[in-house]
């Protein structure tokens, strides 16, 4: 077609032929400039550095038995044989001399880092017995998994189900909540899929977005079309490598990016340019309400005329004055997605969404950009991401439990995507429960949270937390509070399933154990289970949690060995093999066949290519016919099925719409409105805590943007110097948030994260490059150096997140490229000092590397100086920071952190006061089509008073 981007190829040139994976010959690099073949067994797998599931081939040596190199899967749908540095950076963390090789259990106190080896089997019966205890005591909501990196969709939901417990806890409000409920609001669905490859317009609500969320396949695709000659929009108060690469930048200032979306919205409104069939028959206008105005039984043309009146004042000189952005840069980008029509993608993700009180709304903002130009479902332009994530149906899934548990949950936040879990540490010591047993995996809260002094004191008390294992591949600061340290698997030593939205088509990708499957393939050996096969007894969760869950109910009486036992041999353990094998036989459409042509089983074919296609071109999802076979009751356009809506009438035709209650595109939300929010029923414009406002009435000023004009920041009297907003939520492109798990080339390229500072802020300020200042919050400070910049808004400065990894002792293996040794003081209860007492430098090991470091500025923990700030509505912490600046003193040293817990704790109840609790309509805790984590019974939704009634 002419019309379609013509980008480079996106095959790769030159790759080995999958027919020639089996024996793969190359020249040994280091024989050179001698010729010496090598043999290789090239097996697939799947990246675990981020979310995005790229694909990678482990060249396993057949003379040696070990990996030689990592390279892209040419044959995964989504990365398409490319690979990011942080992928490539797989081969330091397998060589790695610092990861955790053994279980360890502790020795001394807790925290004390004394620690001696143990065995799985000892492990299994400690975590047997007292989970068993627990569950049978009705105790099992004291049992909690809460996960950093998940690996496999679904998999620990079933297995806490299995358990019958409310148990699983994530990372999601320190990550994405925010710009999660913007999107629900709208779709049914959480997350968006832009095809990028085919749009004539991108919009990236930035901050680290494309250097970071789905990087590769983004970026790649991204590429592509921009190559072809769309245009990208970067709105970003930082130039970051996403903005550098624009068309256009705008850089408004941090929270004000909702404004700038909805004058958008309002210049598309006002010129006609938008799609109105498109909206009559796919939002859910009917049901508007707003300023006196009723839609239902006016016409659309009415709705319009109203839709516009109400946004009438959000005009681009409006968010001019908001934003800093200029209202004509703010026009034009309105034409450009006019242009684009229904070509249009976008994406925010963490960025303003995750940094600002309020900032769930940027998302349904930019959304409404979508609704407008028609660009939802179609080639170009934006979809739910449930339409292209393709999560199988699991293996044996047990009932919903019957528990809520309000340390996840809690009532104050009934609309949250998802649990409270920067909350935790608050919650237990108010006294709303303990944890008896409580597993972090691939987690390191201590360093990656806000407050990581409050997870201290409750990680070290017994009485909160009674056994700590800490699921790792690496030592972190976390672990170091643990129990019991437990070697898990990286990307080439572990089973999981992974599926992401990508792209406009579904995919399925199998991670995979490489050295035991090497050992099957090449040697035919049967591995009992994956830690025979992998580096020291590093093992694999999937045959962790079935062997704990064995152990739990060895006989079976409790009802929970059931899920976890084979279906072929019954009265054994579920293999990996089998549990594999049923998903992949029964669940994936299109892969039995794919095998069979092959000679190959399903599972045979997954491990040989490592990924599989189950749809391309993936569009206009909404409008599949609705099933015959549902009998179903119409109500205007609705259709439903015993109560349940399960589609809508479109032009006549019976479809199955989106994953809302109206079935279509949610403009105006009726949940908003009947949980206590009714302002923020449509898309609107929210005042962030760090917005220009607040900053005036943090730095004195008497009048505010708070409903009762009372400000958010109180400072503690040390607090000295320039009121600025702190932007802390980007990353380097080639870091791994808390997890660089000893990749050495990545620390060698990006180890210090100096504060960005304008260059109009540093000239009127009297501060330059390489000064050390003192930043200080609401419950802290941290001392860290200057670097001025012209690509930072003014008003602003900004710090990298993931850098400033600390140890307390020289021999501690935590990130030893990237880490300083520290020393960290309570001298008084709750009051905390942590300073630098050795920059990171060379030592001696096996790795030659280790004493080639030239680097010793590795970073701030700025992260242990900020309070929790949980979003009213979406939970989500909001991660800016009004931050006073001032000169260091001489006392200061660079690293050093200071943080009193007590003010932690006050700056979380007056968040807290903000929300508006449960129950909502029918006494629920939230809404019933609210997406939850490991879902519970609908009873389970009502809440109860202390007697187990209904309130
Ligand atoms: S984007 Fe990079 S880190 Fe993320 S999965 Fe792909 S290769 Fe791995």
Redesign the pocket.
């Known amino acids: 077609m002419e019309d379609e981007p013509q980008g480079p190829g996106t095959e790769l040139g030159s790759y080995p032929p999958t027919d020639r994976w089996s024996d793969w010959v190359e020249n040994d690099p280091r024989a050179w400039p001698k010729k010496a073949e090598r043999h290789y067994r090239l097996i697939p797998t799947i990246?675990f550095?981020?979310?995005?599931?790229?694909g990678l081939l482990a060249y396993v040596d057949k003379e040696t038995g070990e990996i030689g190199k990592i390279e892209g899967n040419p044959v995964h749908p989504a990365?398409r044989g490319r690979?990011?540095a942080?992928?490539m950076a797989i081969m330091n963390q397998l060589q790695s001399e610092d990861r955790v090789l053994y279980p360890m259990k502790r020795k001394g106190r807790r925290g004390s880092n004394q620690w001696e080896r143990t065995t799985w089997d000892e492990v299994l019966e400690t975590f047997g017995a007292r989970i068993r205890r627990a569950i049978r005591e009705g105790r099992g909501e004291e049992v909690m998994y809460h996960v950093g990196r998940p690996g496999h969709d679904g998999y620990m939901e079933r297995v806490l189900q299995g358990w019958g417990i409310d148990g699983h806890n994530s990372h999601v409000n320190i990550c994405s909540a925010a710009a999660r409920l913007g999107y629900f609001l709208w779709q049914g669905a959480d997350r968006p899929s832009p095809d990028y490859a085919n749009a004539r317009c991108i919009l990236l609500i930035s901050a680290h977005l494309e250097a970071g969320h789905?990087?590769?396949?983004h970026a790649q695709r991204i590429i592509e079309a921009k190559t072809a000659g769309a245009k990208l929009i970067v709105v970003d108060p930082r130039l970051s490598n996403t903005a550098s690469c624009a068309d256009s930048w705008l850089a408004p200032h941090p929270g004000t990016e909702a404004a700038v979306l909805l004058a958008m919205a309002k210049v598309i409104l006002d010129s006609g340019r938008f799609d109105a069939p498109f909206m009559r028959q796919w939002v859910n206008w009917e049901e508007y309400e707003a300023d006196g105005f009723v839609a239902r039984g006016k016409t659309f043309e009415e709705f319009i005329t109203a839709l516009k009146a109400h946004y009438a004042r959000y005009t681009p000189e409006y968010a001019e004055r908001e934003s800093g952005v200029p209202a004509d840069a703010i026009g034009q980008a309105a034409r450009d997605v006019a242009d684009a029509g229904s070509r249009f993608a976008s994406h925010v993700w963490r960025a303003c969404a995750a940094g600002n009180l309020g900032g769930w709304q940027s998302a349904r903002a930019l959304v409404l950009l979508h609704a407008l130009t028609g660009s939802l479902g179609t080639r170009g332009g934006l979809s739910p991401n449930s339409w292209d994530k393709f999560v199988p149906e699991p293996f044996k899934a047990p009932p919903a439990q019957e528990h809520w548990n309000e340390l996840l949950y809690p009532p104050e936040w009934p609309l949250s995507h998802h649990e409270l879990s920067q909350l935790l540490p608050h919650f237990l010591k108010e006294g709303r429960g303990r944890l008896d047993v409580y597993f972090t995996r691939v987690f390191n809260p201590v360093w990656t949270y806000p407050d990581g002094f409050s997870w201290i004191e409750v990680l070290r008390d017994e009485r909160l937390v009674g056994l700590h294992a800490a699921l790792t591949p690496v030592w972190s600061e976390t672990a170091a509070f643990a129990d019991y340290v437990l070697p898990m698997g990286l990307a080439c030593e572990r089973h999981d399933i992974q599926s992401q939205e990508t792209q406009a088509g579904r995919w399925i990708g199998f991670r995979q154990p490489v050295l035991r499957v090497f050992r099957e393939l090449e040697h035919g050996e049967k591995v009992r289970c994956t830690y025979e096969a992998n580096p020291g007894e590093v093992w694999e969760e999937d045959e962790f949690w079935t062997s704990l869950s064995w152990h739990i109910d060895p006989d079976g009486s409790m009802g929970i060995r059931q899920w976890f036992e084979s279906q072929t041999e019954p009265g054994t353990p579920v293999s990996v093999d089998e549990y594999y094998g049923h998903i992949f036989d029964h669940s994936v459409p299109g892969l039995p066949a794919s095998a069979a042509q092959e000679g190959l089983t399903p599972l045979q074919y997954m491990r040989k290519y490592g990924a599989f296609e189950v749809a391309r071109d993936v569009y206009s999802v909404n409008e599949t016919p609705l099933s015959d076979a549902l009998v179903t009751t119409q109500e205007g356009d609705l259709l439903s099925e015993d109560g349940l809506a399960v589609g809508v009438l479109a032009g006549g035709r019976a479809v199955v719409g989106y994953e809302t209650p109206s079935r279509k595109l949610e403009l105006y939300s009726t949940t908003m409105r009947d949980w206590k929010w009714p302002e923020f029923a449509l898309p609107e414009y929210i005042r962030s805590h760090v917005g220009p406002e607040a900053l005036a009435m943090a730095g004195g000023a008497t009048e505010g943007p708070g409903a009762d004009g009372t400000p958010l920041v109180e400072w503690p009297s040390h607090a000295r110097g320039e009121v600025l907003a702190l932007v802390p939520t980007y990353r380097l492109p080639t870091l791994?948030h808390s997890r660089n798990n000893n990749a050495k080339w990545l620390f060698e390229i990006s180890h210090k994260n100096p504060l960005l500072m304008s260059n109009a802020d540093a000239s009127r300020l009297q501060m330059g490059t390489g000064d050390l200042v003192k930043v200080h919050t609401e419950i802290g400070w941290f001392v860290i150096s200057l670097w001025v910049t012209e690509g930072l808004k003014p008003g602003v400065v900004a710090c990298s997140h993931h850098l400033g990894r600390w140890r307390r002792d020289r021999n501690e293996a935590i990130e030893r490229w990237g880490s300083s040794v520290v020393s960290i003081e309570e001298p008084e209860p709750g009051k905390w000092m942590l300073r630098v007492k050795e920059a990171t430098q060379p030592w001696v090991s096996a790795d030659p590397d280790s004493q080639r470091i030239w680097w010793s500025d590795t970073g701030v923990h700025q992260n242990l100086t900020f309070p929790v700030h949980p979003d009213p509505v979406s939970g989500m912490q909001c991660w800016h920071q009004v931050v006073k600046v001032e000169k260091a003193g001489g006392d200061d040293r660079y690293g050093d952190v200071f943080v009193d817990t007590a003010l932690a704790h006050q700056v979380y109840l007056k968040w807290k006061g903000l929300s508006r609790p449960a129950p909502g309509p029918g006494n629920l805790r939230r809404p019933l089509w609210f997406a939850r984590v490991a879902r519970p019974t609908p009873e389970a939704y009502l809440m109860r008073t202390a007697g187990g009634t209904p309130q």
């Open positions: 990246c550095n981020c979310e995005a599931a790229c990365s690979l990011c942080k992928g789905y990087f590769n396949p791994i």
